[in-house]
């Protein structure tokens, strides 16, 4: 198949991005001196877009790059071309020196113009394959998305971290993304968009207990055992997220082999043996502080459809669905509910192996269809 270019059809998503900005002032330059050094507008505007184009189709085919190209990346370049451009056509004019007409030296950029696009034709037809999208960079947030994202992490701890930045990352070929957070200090989390349903907080990874984690209480001490993780995480939950604990099914597990990065108690949902959107993960390091979460803030009781698919079934049908050799040993782990196009599923999550990591399948209960994410919108 070769190497993949994204062709980006949402022209202003690149407005609303760090990279594509990025792109504009890179090549503000290009137009500037190009047009101060030649005196050559023809030259000067079609400079921009041709050198774009190149480093793009470079980085694409050259094996050591490992980066597609981009359409975004050549729009913005041109862009920032031809606005350096006109910040030197004025310049010229306030100074009053001389430019050539636009036709001067335009016959040779026109045929050196022209056997750029032939030759990068031919290459991309040759070894590039392209991806159509709806965006393709992670964009700058909007009020509305900081303001969602400054309330989750408030409901979480307080206002005990200060979230420095927000982003929102898009789900090509969907109306949702995720916000990316950063906060002030170390720690990361993402909030699930427009939905503001699910909500993922890391304040540390090290098994070394550091100050960034979350405090519980100022008496609470470093636990001995899972039983004390589970009541420090008790704690947690009564004071940010109550509605844990009314939930059916409690576990507590240590992470690592002896427990090194603490313990995770999960309060989860079940009805019917179906597993409902509504869970809460905290995680209680050595030192008795919380360290991560994770919130499925949806209903806690939905309506399914009846089940006609068994736990074989799935697992056949989902290995069916990718061509998986014999060998392949996939496992329907958990049977969960899922909202798609605004109607709840019931769906086996079906795992399987792919080497020395996993992927998950999601396979309709009631019609076996098959989909290779948790859910659509």
Not at 193 to 208: C, G, R
Not at 233 to 259: E, I, M, R, S
Not at 287 to 311: C, E, K, L, M, Y
Request: net charge negative; glycine share 8%; with cysteine.
């Amino acid at each position: 198949m070769g190497t993949q270019c994204v062709v980006n059809r949402d022209l202003a998503e690149p407005f609303a991005t760090e990279q594509g900005l990025l792109n504009v002032l890179l090549y503000l330059p290009v137009g500037f001196f190009g047009l101060l050094a030649t005196r050559r507008p023809t030259v000067a505007v079609v400079s921009g877009p041709l050198l774009s184009v190149a480093t793009e189709l470079g980085q694409a085919l050259a094996p050591w790059v490992g980066r597609n190209c981009d359409t975004s990346d050549v729009q913005m370049n041109s862009l920032g071309t031809l606005i350096g451009f006109a910040f030197a056509w004025v310049a010229l004019l306030t100074t009053k020196q001389s430019v050539l007409p636009w036709l001067a030296g335009g016959k040779r950029t026109g045929q050196f113009a022209l056997g750029v696009v032939v030759v990068a034709g031919l290459l991309g037809a040759a070894f590039i394959t392209p991806i159509a999208v709806d965006a393709t960079s992670i964009q700058l947030a909007s009020s509305d998305e900081k303001e969602a994202a400054e309330k989750a992490i408030r409901d979480a701890f307080g206002n005990r971290y200060e979230v420095a930045n927000v982003q929102l990352q898009p789900i090509p070929g969907t109306d949702r993304g995720s916000l990316m957070i950063t906060f002030a200090h170390e720690g990361t989390a993402t909030l699930s968009w427009p939905d503001a349903i699910n909500l993922n907080v890391s304040l540390e990874s090290s098994s070394v207990p550091g100050p960034n984690s979350f405090p519980v209480s100022p008496d609470a001490g470093a636990p001995k055992d899972g039983k004390a993780a589970t009541e420090i995480a008790q704690k947690y939950a009564q004071q940010h997220f109550p509605w844990a604990l009314q939930t059916n099914h409690h576990t507590t597990h240590p992470v690592g082999d002896k427990a090194e990065l603490g313990w995770i108690t999960s309060w989860r949902q079940m009805r019917d043996g179906v597993l409902m959107p509504r869970s809460l993960d905290v995680q209680v390091n050595r030192a008795g502080r919380v360290s991560q979460i994770d919130v499925q803030r949806g209903p806690g009781a939905v309506t399914v459809p009846p089940r006609r698919i068994t736990t074989a079934q799935a697992e056949e049908l989902a290995l069916r669905s990718i061509d998986a050799p014999a060998t392949v040993d996939a496992r329907a782990i958990v049977l969960r509910a899922v909202q798609r196009n605004a109607t709840w599923r019931a769906e086996w999550v079906v795992r399987i192996p792919m080497g020395d990591a996993a992927s998950d399948l999601y396979v309709d209960a009631e019609t076996g269809k098959v989909h290779d994410a948790a859910a659509t919108g």
